[in-house]
């Protein structure tokens, strides 16, 4: 015959039990979210104040994935609870209105003046001017470096010029129909768009502007060289654009206006294209700046870096040098002399000086020539070592103030002046040498080269050309080349690594395959020779290609290493923080712990969080005759518990039910009892014990009796396998500790809460302090403020977590009346020292 179970207010009490596990449910999924935000806030914050590298895209995605989780909390609260917790939606929305303002800044122009001297910029206005702008103004202003004269034009002035001529639309629509994969597509709506730039009227208040800018420089400097280099808000942050935009060296007057516009047009090259929209998941309207410059009429040029890009054990600083300017060297059309100097004093460690039959200088009429170098200079040191020691002086002042390593160019005049033309963060990565022993003997090295990016990487070999479609590129080959072109950024998602005859670490093309991880070397001798469609394994890592696939060196490297975040992400990230992480609600009892105070993100989880563990009790304690669903622990520990359980059947009908701890089978539960149990709490009551509890010992104010009242004072807590809440009021004070206890770390935590007390405000601040002090050295997370104690433990392994509640069961007991004795600082201190030693605390 089936039991029949009992009705409560009409409904049987499976029903209602039913209903509190659903709930539950819902409620276990709040929980999933709200772990998960409080995750994303740490690391934010992490992100905030260390040095991992992070970009733009990782804090777009970071919000939204933020937004999503807490969309998810408020709407399981107002299924828990009431449809009112949809207020909240309001909140989340006004928060994220502020941030997304914050976000339009870094999403299109700043409102500023068109033309901009150097010397009145620094790095803060990269989000007005663009980066290399904002750097160079930088250099100039803070650090008193040597910078070419010269005047940035900003991106309000670009936003300007795209507006008169209504441009904006008609290209976001050609670029929604791009595919960047295909090569012929590419080619055809870059130069749509392009087409459409650089025939578009530039507005005569703003280009009168700038011709006059234009000769007010030129008379400044005394003579008409002049360069125009693209500096998009952007470009130089996580991914550095490098060689992706458009720059013009030696402008005429009479081309400046024409300039400017190729230099926005080249925003949009097939290039450009492909390497934007493959970095940014979704599209990015960054505007345009532009860098003016006198030209230094170089006699070398060349590229510092402060720290050896492949290989993040090396502290010590690359120097690669031309002869005459260096587009040549950054677009890896030359291959230039390196030097290796000792980080600590500047000293030369090594040089490799190599042939250098060409150089790029300035023509007299305007523009760039390329010329002969005598034959009996080719083999001259490009820089001098004076030259080199003053380098090292100037890269060093430069990374002490950035505090990162940096990616320097320079350009030396023919009077001896160094001129720096960029700084921009440098990737630095981390090689994992591949042991010699575990290549096949068999294993022939078909050639050797100068490793750019390191890793291994096979596959058949496909000579390419600028000509060539990138769809026809086989997916996963070796690309070789004789030196790097524009176009090879459309290759770089497609192969599994690079080989060049000509080229250098300081290329364009070099910073660009340490950015997408490719396995790369340069100065290969020989490489027509080896025939397309020949398997080969390139080893980067120690500047070999062998013949073959070499299975054994084709293991997963370390991952790479990287440098801190750019400048652009890191304002960007702390002008949203105060909208995230600060948590300005508290206490649930203070009266202003309500819906309409939440002014962050943390806020909203922070009230949905407890609000939901409120309705969870308020779901069974409603209920009229709530003792049908609840059990009575039976314990020697003397505290009237309740406990409902979320995954068992409820109490029988007809009487209340009783359950012992061995029953409960709660590790959680088992684990803070037996903490108190060590700490000699009183006996149970109806024993007649008259057991005192430590903190009494000493105290003549406290009597038995006293306790006896308080104590007596229900508790309740809601088990299942995984999950403990437990509320304790023991007269003055209120203990709240939730925990979630699974095989998966990410989702485990330990909340304790903690208020109350009989003595004076300044004695319960004094005990909290105290508390705080001791749970971070538990490895909780101190979140408290006055007397009111709060403290979180979390991705921690389960058997920690139970070992620490037990330790928390003992210490609420060695605490519990302690704010009656804290009467000073010494007492305080006394009393801190003694429980760590009592608790094994070292």
């Not at 820089?383 to 320097?408: F, G, K, M, W």
Request: with cysteine.
């Amino acid at each position: 015959m089936p039991v029949t179970l009992p009705r409560i207010a009409g409904a049987p009490v499976e029903e209602i039990l039913k209903g509190i596990r659903e709930k539950f449910n819902r409620f276990q999924t709040l929980l999933e979210n709200n772990s998960r935000t409080l995750k994303l806030i740490s690391d934010l914050e992490d992100k905030l104040h260390g040095q991992a590298r992070f970009d733009v895209d990782y804090i777009r995605r970071s919000v939204q994935e933020l937004r999503h989780n807490i969309g998810n909390i408020i709407d399981n609260l107002a299924a828990i609870g009431r449809d009112e917790y949809r207020r909240l939606e309001e909140r989340l929305a006004t928060v994220c209105s502020y941030i997304d303002s914050d976000f339009a800044i870094y999403n299109s122009a700043v409102e500023d003046d068109f033309i901009i001297p150097l010397e009145r910029l620094d790095r803060s206005r990269a989000v007005s001017v663009g980066s290399k702008s904002a750097q160079l103004g930088e250099l100039k202003s803070k650090i008193g470096l040597p910078v070419p004269e010269g005047f940035a034009i900003s991106g309000w002035a670009y936003q300007h010029f795209i507006d008169s001529g209504d441009l904006s639309e008609r290209i976001k629509a050609l670029l929604k129909k791009v595919d960047i994969q295909r090569g012929e597509d590419l080619k055809a709506i870059s130069a749509q768009i392009r087409s459409l730039i650089t025939s578009a009227q530039v507005p005569a208040g703003f280009a009168g502007m700038l011709r006059n800018a234009y000769s007010d420089l030129v008379q400044r400097i005394g003579h008409p060289r002049i360069a125009l280099r693209s500096s998009a808000v952007g470009e130089d942050t996580r991914y550095s654009f490098a060689g992706q935009y458009a720059t013009f060296l030696n402008v005429p007057s009479a081309d400046i206006i024409d300039r400017y516009r190729a230099v926005l047009a080249g925003k949009f090259t097939p290039q450009a294209i492909y390497y934007a929209l493959s970095q940014q998941p979704v599209e990015s309207d960054f505007p345009m700046g532009v860098t003016c410059l006198e030209m230094v009429d170089a006699a070398a040029a060349g590229v510092v870096y402060t720290q050896h890009p492949v290989d993040s054990g090396n502290p010590n600083m690359v120097i690669s040098a031309v002869f005459g300017l260096g587009k040549h060297l950054v677009e890896g059309r030359l291959t230039p002399d390196v030097f290796l100097l000792a980080r600590e004093d500047g000293c030369i460690l090594s040089s490799n000086i190599v042939r250098k039959p060409s150089m790029l200088v300035m023509h007299p009429e305007g523009g760039t020539q390329e010329v002969a170098v005598p034959a009996g200079n080719q083999l001259l040191p490009a820089v001098s070592e004076d030259e080199l020691i003053q380098l090292y002086r100037y890269a060093r002042r430069i990374e002490a103030h950035y505090n990162t390593p940096r990616d320097i160019e320079f350009a030396i005049d023919r009077q001896g002046r160094i001129f720096l033309l960029q700084c921009r963060p440098l990737l630095v990565l981390s090689a994992a040498p591949t042991a010699s022993a575990a290549v096949d003997l068999h294993s022939q090295a078909l050639a050797r080269g100068s490793p750019v990016c390191p890793g291994v990487g096979s596959g058949p070999i496909h000579h390419w050309t600028p000509e060539q479609d990138i769809a026809a590129l086989p997916q996963g080959c070796v690309l070789a080349i004789r030196h790097p072109f524009p176009g090879i950024i459309t290759a770089l998602g497609r192969i599994s690594a690079l080989v060049a005859e000509v080229g250098g670490i300081a290329s364009h093309m070099a910073t660009l395959t340490r950015e997408y991880h490719i396995p790369t070397l340069v100065g290969v001798s020989g490489l027509s020779e080896l025939r397309s469609g020949r398997c080969v394994t390139v080893d980067a890592d120690n500047s070999i290609i062998y013949d073959g696939v070499v299975e054994a060196i084709l293991k997963p490297s370390r991952p790479p290493q990287a440098s801190p975040a750019s400048e652009l992400s890191l304002t960007m990230l702390q002008s949203i923080m105060p909208h995230i992480a600060p948590l300005n609600l508290l206490h649930p009892a203070d009266p202003n712990f309500k819906a309409e105070n939440c002014q962050t993100l943390h806020d909203i989880t922070r009230f949905a969080h407890q609000k939901a563990m409120s309705e969870m009790f308020a779901s069974a304690y409603k209920m009229g005759k709530k003792w049908k669903i609840c059990y009575r622990l039976k314990s020697d520990i003397p505290l009237l518990v309740d406990v409902i359980f979320l995954d068992r059947q409820p109490p029988r009908r007809g009487k209340r039910a009783i359950i012992t701890e061995t029953q409960i089978n709660s590790p959680m539960l088992t684990a803070f009892w037996a903490g108190m149990r060590e700490e000699g709490f009183p006996a149970k009551l109806s024993t007649g014990s008259q057991v005192v509890p430590p903190l009494a010992i000493g105290h003549p104010e406290l009597h038995y009796s006293e306790l006896e009242a308080e104590y007596s004072t229900k508790c309740h807590t809601i088990l299942s396998r995984e999950y403990m809440f437990l509320s304790l009021r023991m007269g003055y004070h209120f203990t709240t500790l939730e925990a979630l206890c699974t095989a998966e770390r990410g989702k485990n935590y330990i909340r304790f809460q903690y208020k109350g007390g009989g003595a004076a405000i300044d004695r319960r601040t004094a005990r909290i302090k105290l508390l705080a002090g001791i749970l971070l050295d538990l490895g909780f997370e101190n979140r408290s403020q006055g007397d009111f104690l709060d403290a979180l433990y979390a991705y921690h392994d389960c058997q920690e977590s139970i070992g620490l509640l037990k330790t928390l069961g003992r210490l609420i007991l060695l605490t519990k009346q302690l704010d009656m004795a804290l009467s000073g600082e010494a007492i305080t201190l006394w009393y801190q020292d003694y429980f760590r030693r009592r608790l094994g605390i070292s």
